[in-house]
């Protein structure tokens, strides 16, 4: 049987391919179609020297980048640059909120876990939840060894502290390294840790055991590193001398301690006031905005020695105007000694009750006669600026003045060894 040709020569499926001269007929190519015809025989060429293309070799515990090509109900499907495209459940996506998930588009570049390098379907399982792990974990790796900060959102808590989220890792915040956890009641504490639920702390990793999937965080420490920072930028700055703005951040035995934007510095219980004062409670609260002194900067120690009473007029400059010899004035009895009382005139000025001033008769101790917290009048028999000393009596009616004092000189002494705490004001002993 003749083969079929066509009308032009061509090649006819039930025939066979034209003759030679057939061929020479045929109309030339045009330099497109000569292009074209090129590009197929050097891609023939490449598939017959390599009919199998180099797709890579997936293995168990790689992270790799894909691009999504569907988004399904309850699946993604990604392509990975294998041979078949990968497949992430909705389980494996468990990380992400729900408008993160919505917000995934056609296109958009991904980070997965392989789970399975190929299933009976041919496809690759693939996580999105481990793949955030594994970049979390790496990353907190790099943040514990180099001592640096992270910022995670808290997402629960518990009776022993806050739960974190660090991109798919959770980390536990004990409540001993929050600031702003109360210490007092059990009640106090959860609530405090209620109200914590949603905000972002900042945090520094103290521990980590990848293995036993362990990862503790201290947002105390994370501060104080912070402060540490600023401080050296704030020593260099300060000088003495200076008056600053500050907060009161704590409270302890021995004086508070004051925020001057970023740096912490010790007020002296001696230097919070001219009056007397037993504990800082007595007359500061945390939080409380102060106008402080800078008296000492220590930049090998990092210490910062601050005063309050500095940044006010001393009383003792100017007691000469509200005070004068025989003047009767009222006052509440501070602090008793063997050898006399301390009566409080004002803030930061104190005057001497001595023994032989306040009967008539002769006692054995200041009790006899008045008790700590007393309101009493006395009258002043003698000033003495300078020293910072006021001497009283209880005795209102003038008595002879004239003569020098015979108490003074040991009962000095006396006063001087009983003074008890640094910050008592100076005091006239008579």
């Known amino acids: ?169 959770r980390g536990f915040v004990p409540s001993s390294q929050v600031d702003g956890i109360s210490r007092e009641t059990d009640a106090q504490k959860q609530s405090d840790m209620a109200r914590m639920v949603g905000q972002s702390l900042v945090l520094k990793v103290i521990e980590m055991n990848r293995d036993r999937n362990r990862l503790i965080l201290s947002e105390r420490q994370a501060r104080q590193d912070v402060r540490e920072e600023k401080k050296e930028a704030l020593l260099s700055s300060l000088q003495e001398g200076h008056v600053c703005t500050g907060m009161i951040s704590s409270l302890c035995d021995f004086g508070a301690f004051v925020d001057i934007g970023g740096a912490d510095g010790l007020v002296h219980l001696s230097e919070l006031s001219w009056g007397r004062v037993n504990h800082p409670s007595e007359i500061l609260r945390v939080g409380q905005e102060v106008q402080v002194y800078i008296l000492s900067i220590d930049n090998d120690r990092k210490r910062i020695a601050l005063s309050i009473k500095r940044t006010q007029d001393e009383p003792w400059a100017t007691v000469g105007e509200r005070y004068h010899l025989g003047q009767v004035i009222e006052g509440t009895i501070t602090q008793l000694a063997p050898f006399g009382a301390f009566l409080c005139l004002e803030e930061g000025v104190e005057g001497l009750i001595h023994i032989s001033e306040m009967s008539d008769g002769r006692i054995q101790h200041p009790r006899e006669v008045v008790q700590e917290g007393d309101v009493v009048q006395a009258r002043i028999i003698r000033i003495d600026p300078t020293r910072k000393r006021i001497g009283l009596s209880l005795h209102l009616s003038p008595k002879d003045e004239t003569g020098a004092d015979p108490h003074s000189d040991d009962e000095e002494s006396k006063d001087q060894g009983c003074s008890g705490s640094d910050n008592e004001a100076p005091r006239l002993i008579v």
């Open 1 to 169: 049987m003749e083969p079929q040709k066509s009308h032009q020569g061509e090649y006819d499926p039930s025939g066979e391919w034209p003759s030679l001269n057939q061929q020479e007929s045929l109309p030339p190519l045009s330099e497109s179609e000569e292009e074209e015809q090129e590009n197929e025989l050097w891609l023939m060429e490449q598939f017959r020297a390599d009919p199998a293309p180099n797709y890579p070799r997936l293995q168990y515990g790689e992270t790799i980048e894909g691009t999504i090509m569907r988004i399904d109900r309850d699946s993604l499907l990604v392509d990975i640059g294998a041979k078949s495209e990968g497949i992430v459940q909705l389980r494996e996506m468990q990380s992400l909120t729900p408008e993160q998930r919505e917000a995934f588009r056609i296109g958009d570049e991904l980070l997965v876990f392989v789970i399975q390098a190929e299933d009976r379907e041919g496809h690759a399982v693939l996580s999105i939840d481990r793949a955030r792990q594994e970049k979390s974990w790496r990353q907190l790796q790099r943040c514990y060894e180099r001592g640096e900060t992270v910022e995670a959102p808290v997402i629960n808590y518990n009776k022993g502290g806050l739960l974190v989220d660090l991109d798919g890792v």
